[in-house]
């Protein structure tokens, strides 16, 4: 299985920006789909964004769209999450995982690697 670490993510005044990194172990990375999702306490896990093995197809929940933008290295086995203008509801664990879906999806069940996660939290 692939090997996931985020990283970047930190505590911002709301209206500012952070980037996060997913870094990937694995020669066959470029082959998966990665998606973005979050969790914030006491809530359920949700989707965020994904993007396709070759980054020509994206999707993104409706709360972020517009303000965040995924996208990937394949040289690097690197996806990032840019965010910006962050709002306190964007405050929440940020998971990046993968799927070997041929079509992208936004179902954490067709997600098989997680990372451990990384805090963002946006201050009001």
């Known amino acids: 299985q692939v090997q996931l670490v985020e990283s970047g993510g930190g505590l911002v005044q709301a209206g500012g920006s952070l980037r996060l990194s997913c870094r990937a172990s694995g020669r066959t990375f470029s082959s998966y789909t990665v998606g973005w999702f979050r ?3 006491g809530k359920e ?4 964004a994904v993007i396709s093995w070759s980054g020509g197809n994206t999707r993104y929940v409706d709360s972020v769209k517009g303000r965040f933008t995924i996208s990937r290295d394949n040289a690097k086995n690197t996806v990032y999450l840019q965010m910006n203008s962050l ?3 964007d405050t929440a664990v940020y998971y990046c ?3 070997r879906r041929v ?3 936004i179902d954490a069940t067709d997600f098989g690697s997680w990372g451990q996660g990384t805090q963002v939290t946006v201050s009001s």
């Open 45 to 48: 896990r949700e989707f965020v």
């Open 39 to 41: 969790q914030a306490p």
């Open 103 to 105: 079509l992208i999806s």
């Open 97 to 99: 995982a993968t799927s």
């Open 87 to 89: 709002k306190p509801e």
